[in-house]
Every structure is written in C-alpha cells, then in structure tokens.
C-alpha cells in the first residue's frame, strides 16, 4: 500500500508559479512511475505529466509542455510540480498517482494509488 498527500496549492494571478508537491509513504517509492493529473468538474481527469523511477525520462501534456516541470526526489519519497506561467485554463484540482512499474504512463487506469488532490486556482 502507498499513501500519497499533495500540498502547494492555492490562488495565483495568470502569469505566475506554484510548486505542488506529492508525499509518498509506505511501499518502496523509488522502483514506481508517478504521474500527476487533473480535473475540473464536470470533466474527466486528464494527463498532466509522468516522470520514470529514475527521473530520467519525462513527459507532459501539450497543453503544460515548456510551462511546467516534474521531478522527484527518491530519498524523499517527494515528486514535484513546478509550475510556471499559469492560465486560467489551469485551474483543477491536482492529483499525484503512483503507478507500481518502472514505466511511465498517461493513462489514468494504469495508476494503482492516488492522493486526494490540492486545488489550483488561477484568476486576477
């Protein structure tokens, strides 16, 4: 079992920064993909980013790709997301999720652990 909490939300003008952290507890973190997602209601969930257990491999959605950044600190158990020239089309409630392969993964279904998310906010 892995318990996930994300903290770093809240309010932020368009144009600026959050940095949302996602701590990790229980099993072995540092052999597991992680991925971040988010949602708004009324919609699905969707592929924010996905980061390898070794960091070296990342990917992001289109809609975040040169804005925002993922990292992970296995002796931690931490994985961040470093989010920069936020839009108001960014404003969701933002979930970490552990996914117990080495691979990352876009897909929702293939996350076996999530956290309760934190909400972002970007409005003037």
């Known amino acids: 079992q892995v318990q996930l909490v994300e903290s770093g939300g809240g309010l932020v003008q368009p144009g600026g920064s959050l940095r949302l952290s996602c701590a990790a507890s229980?099993?072995?973190?540092?052999?597991?993909?992680m991925g971040w997602f988010r949602q708004v209601p009324g919609k699905e969930r969707e592929f924010v980013t996905a980061?390898?257990?070794?960091?070296?491999?990342?990917r992001y959605a289109d809609s975040v790709k040169g804005r925002f950044t993922v990292s992970r600190d296995n002796a931690k158990n931490m994985v961040y997301l470093q989010m920069n020239s936020l839009k108001p089309e960014d404003t969701a409630v933002y979930y970490c999720?552990?996914?117990?392969?080495?691979?990352?993964?876009?897909?929702?279904?293939?996350?076996?652990?999530w956290g309760q998310g934190t909400q972002v906010t970007v409005s003037s």
């Open positions: 229980g099993r072995t973190f540092g052999n597991y993909a």
């Open positions: 999720a552990v996914r117990r392969v080495a691979s990352w993964s876009r897909m929702e279904y293939d996350y076996d652990y």
């Open positions: 980061i390898s257990w070794s960091g070296g491999f990342t």
